[in-house]
């Protein structure tokens, strides 16, 4: 793997535009579970009975119940691990242009990131169903279920649910990101939900080197990937990183 790390650094550092895309596995190690694979949510629950905007609309309590009051813990309790502080040190030394995430964690801004398109929204907010008033998740009182604005409506997260669409400023960014960037560094992400997985085909396609970050293989390792770095994001991220410092000190 050794090698693997000092090829991507080398890619790297010369390239003169990347682009991250990640996903859940991304913010494993900061203790939140991914959807799909080993202790996946979505291995717990229907995704469609709990993640669907109609379930939510058609019971609110359930699904606050069962899938957002525990999400709404996890997320405050979690904290940036080795990779997302990884790739804030990539901007910093202006070589990673603009992260694609499709987490609502907010653990990228937390890192230090600053160009971040937040594909499926994020649980940092939330709306009320009526008249729309948005409040910071970290003020929204869980002591009645399903939480309510001071209208009496029904505070659901600014999140991307199943059945909604991408919101189109984000979508269309995305594709422009994607088609310009030079390298696209793909992170814990099973490349299986659409219109994010098409992102890096967008990449591909535009020229890009697509460099794969992942435990297994995904849908996009055998044609799209250029080279997949097989393991967890903290760990070859920071072997990225340690070779990349080398490169630069010299
Ligand atoms: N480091 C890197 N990758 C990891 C790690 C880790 N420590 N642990 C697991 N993975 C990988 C898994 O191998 C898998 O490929 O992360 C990926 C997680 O896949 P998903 O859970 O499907 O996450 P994601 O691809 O982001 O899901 C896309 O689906 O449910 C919707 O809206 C939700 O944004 C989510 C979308």
Known sequence: MNDLFKQAANDLVAAKNVVALTGAGFSVESGIPPFRGKGGLWEKFNPMEYAHIDAFMKNPTKVW???????????????????????????????LKTIITQNIDGLHQK??????????????????????????????DLTVI???CECGGIYR????????????????RSELVASQCDIMLVVGT????????????????????????NPEKTPLTASI?????????????????????KLLSH
């Not at 099973?190 to 970050?213: C, D, H, N, T, W």
């Not at 990937?225 to 410092?245: C, H, Q, R, T």
């Open 146 to 148: 399903p939480p309510r």
């Open 65 to 95: 119940n069962v899938l957002l009051k525990g999400l709404k813990e996890i997320i405050e309790k979690a904290q940036p691990n080795d990779a997302h502080k990884g790739l804030a040190r990539l901007e910093e030394l202006g070589i």
């Open 190 to 213: 099973s490349a299986v939900v659409q219109p994010a997985a098409f992102m890096p085909l967008i990449a591909k396609g535009a020229g890009a080197k697509i460099i794969e970050i």
């Open 111 to 140: 890192a230090g990131n600053t160009d971040i398109i937040e594909f499926h929204g994020n649980f940092a907010w939330h709306r009320c169903l009526d008249c729309d008033k948005r409040c910071e998740t970290e003020r929204i």
């Open 157 to 172: 997260p600014e999140f991307v649910f199943f059945g909604e669409t991408i919101p189109p400023q984000d979508l269309r």
């Open 225 to 245: 990937s250029d080279y997949l770095l097989m393991g967890k994001a903290g760990e070859v991220i920071n072997g990225i990183m340690a070779e990349i410092e």
